[in-house]
């Protein structure tokens, strides 16, 4: 197998002294030591590498673990959403029902108004009827009396007022 692999980089070796050399450039150090202080400062590639893989490693679990937290808050939020969403439609729902009892306890108030006036109006019109009665009886009774006081002479008929009559009516 490893003559595979060996015949294998034999070719792209070949393939890339083919190909029209580019300039190097020279690597930037990293913003980050890729060591870790233990290790002595070192020219290995091999160790850098693996330090690097260590830190990318590291890092890749930071970003996993706060992805995963960002998940979690983020179906948190969504059903702190969605219970703010129900409430806000609860709340128009309860203020739309309150304002239709407004409104339908305003137009009972009109209609008891209304029959309130009625009532007044009807009262003042039985009144005014009363009055207009009392007014005929007590005219209608001196009339009475002036003719009973003609034809029957010898009862005194100043005596007899129309409250004297109404009081005696009532007993009946």
């Given at each position: 197998?490893s ?11 070949e393939k890339?002294e ?5 300039p ?5 150090p ?6 870790f ?5 070192s ?6 590498i693996?330090a690097v893989?260590t ?11 706060w ?9 948190i939020?969504?059903?702190?959403n969605i ?7 609860q ?9 239709k ?14 029959e ?7 009262h003042m ?9 009392e ?14 006081a ?6 005194n ?15 009946w």
């Amino acid at each position: 197998m490893s003559t595979s692999s060996g015949a294998n980089n034999t070719i792209e070796d070949e393939k890339l002294e083919s190909q029209v050399p580019f300039p190097r450039c020279t690597r930037r150090p990293l913003p980050f030591s890729t060591s870790f202080g233990s290790e002595g400062d070192s020219d290995d590639p091999l160790e850098a590498i693996d330090a690097v893989s260590t830190k990318l490693d590291y890092n890749s679990r930071l970003i996993n673990s706060w992805h995963e937290k960002c998940v979690e808050d983020e179906a948190i939020l969504a059903d702190l959403n969605i219970r703010v969403n129900k409430a806000f439609s609860q709340k128009n729902k309860y203020l739309k029902l309150s304002h239709k009892r407004k409104l339908k306890a305003e137009e009972l108030d009109a209609v008891m108004n209304d029959e309130i006036k009625g009532c007044l109006m009807n009262h003042m019109r039985c009144e005014e009827h009363h009055s207009e009665l009392e007014l005929a009886f007590n005219e209608g009774f001196e009339k009475f009396r002036a003719f009973a006081a003609t034809t029957h002479t010898s009862y005194n008929w100043d005596y007899v007022s129309p409250d004297a009559v109404r009081d005696t009516r009532r007993w009946w």
